[in-house]
């Protein structure tokens, strides 16, 4: 998992999340330019299935909401902490053996699907608790925000979990009730506490021996190796060039270049291109790659002109466009 801030922002985190938070509140075309304003994402990212945008994105994203919504935007936006998006997390909790190593589980692998948060278990003489924070810097009306939306979906995973017991286990925040309390806590079958020393999940140990409901030992297994493969550091490398491909793709058809995808991931240009280098990869076969992707794609479907799809890639011309098909594709030319 991520270590350093700047390796928190530059981590890569589904687009999914993204997706479900301009649906929720960007109605309107206007809309939806405000809340990615600074973002640096593009709406046609947001459709592409596995796609994945740095955290950076995402936080900006959050913050932009925040001052258009309030904090207490995600009970408008149930998708973004809904069990579905968490994936292999999700299914490694549930399946767990017993509630205390679905707890561990949680606070182990929970930041692979949301880097930009820390978990740390921890035991007292009466519970076990996952406390959470920041792992990226935010203000204190957008951690409270993200922090309601990631408690919502603790919420969610073990409401299932403990079942009728939920009643017994605690939400801490440290800080007032805000404004609306009223609209949040009927959003709890938990009891929630406010003005806490910290952001913690606290479950009595008397219910952490339990056995979870949905106890799968083969299925378990089989989500922990998934995640442990994403912990490898390997892997962080190798989604560097992934998340810059995505960077590429959002800003299009603006080219972006080096050292603004260097800015967008929180790192140097000199260290962008070491760490690429690191994977076997550099910045500009990546870009190529970018644009004869979407350029096959376009050229299959067969729906634009070829000064349509020349301006769609940010080419100065069609007669640019034509040669880097014909380079890309041989023979095969776009359609007039």
Same mark, same amino acid.
């Given at each position: ?49 596995? =796609? ?48 205390? *190593? ?18 740390? %278990? ?16 935010? *203000?204190?009306?957008?951690?409270? =925000?993200?922090? %309601? ?106 080219? %972006?270049?080096?050292? *603004? ?37 376009? %050229? ?37």
């Amino acid at each position: 998992m991520p270590g350093s801030e700047s390796e928190a922002l530059r981590a890569p985190v589904p687009a999914s999340y993204a997706r479900a938070l301009v649906r929720a509140f960007g109605k309107t075309r206007g809309e939806r330019d405000e809340l990615l304003k600074g973002t640096a994402i593009q709406l046609e990212i947001l459709d592409q299935p596995g =796609a994945h945008i740095p955290v950076s994105s995402l936080v900006m994203l959050a913050a932009n909401i925040t001052r258009r919504h309030g904090e207490l935007w995600p009970l408008s936006a149930a998708a973004v902490w809904s069990t579905s998006l968490q994936g292999a997390v999700d299914v490694a909790t549930r399946t767990a053996p017993t509630i205390e *190593d679905a707890l561990t589980t949680g606070a182990r692998f929970g930041s692979a699907r949301a880097p930009f948060i820390r978990n740390r %278990l921890r035991r007292t003489a009466r519970s076990i608790q996952i406390e959470i924070s920041p792992a990226v810097a935010m *203000d204190d009306a957008l951690w409270r =925000a993200v922090a %309601l939306a990631v408690s919502l979906n603790v919420h969610a995973v073990y409401v299932q979990l403990l079942e009728d017991s939920i009643e017994q286990a605690t939400l801490q925040f440290p800080w007032p009730p805000p404004a609306g309390v009223e609209r949040l806590l009927p959003h709890y079958s938990c009891s929630v506490k406010f003005n806490a020393a910290a952001f913690i999940f606290d479950v009595p140990k008397a219910l952490c021996a339990r056995p979870s409901p949905f106890a799968d030992p083969e299925l378990h297994a089989k989500a922990i190796e998934a995640l442990e493969a994403i912990e490898k550091p390997r892997s962080d490398i190798a989604a560097l060039a992934r998340v810059v491909e995505s960077l590429i793709a959002a800003r299009l058809p603006q080219r %972006l270049g080096e050292q *603004d995808a260097a800015r967008l991931v929180g790192t140097s240009r000199r260290t962008l291109v070491r760490r690429l280098a690191e994977a076997g990869n550099a910045f500009r076969p990546l870009l190529d790659g970018v644009l004869r992707e979407r350029a096959r794609t376009m %050229l299959a479907a067969g729906t634009q002109s070829r000064d349509e799809m020349a301006a769609a890639l940010g080419y100065t011309d069609a007669t640019s466009f034509s040669r880097a098909c014909r380079r890309w594709f041989g023979d095969r030319s776009p359609p007039s």
